[in-house]
């Protein structure tokens, strides 16, 4: 049973990366942000970035997104504590 958690946690997190590429490659299209999606990233670790650095749409996010991680039982914090390490310090423009 551990075994086929593992699984869907992984199969999980790579469609919320997949998800973030999406979202994020619309919108570097479209010239909305500057920064190009990574396929390395989740939604939570750009959302964590762009609130670490101030950024409005961000940390309004990020509140909605950590009060979801809460009621399923995780610490609070879960953007920020999720930011990818090769991405420290690099914010998101949008």
Do not use: K
Request: charged share 20%; aromatic share 6%.
């Amino acid at each position: 049973m551990r075994r086929l958690r593992n699984l869907v946690q992984q199969l999980l997190v790579s469609i919320d990366q997949l998800a973030q590429v999406l979202l994020i490659g619309i919108a570097y299209l479209f010239h909305l942000t500057d920064t190009c999606p990574s396929a390395d990233e989740t939604i939570s670790s750009y959302v964590g970035r762009g609130a670490i650095a101030g950024r409005r749409w961000a940390l309004i996010a990020e509140s909605i997104i950590d009060r979801l991680f809460l009621l399923l039982g995780e610490a609070p914090g879960h953007c920020r504590r999720n930011v990818e390490t090769a991405f420290i310090g690099q914010a998101p423009t949008a």
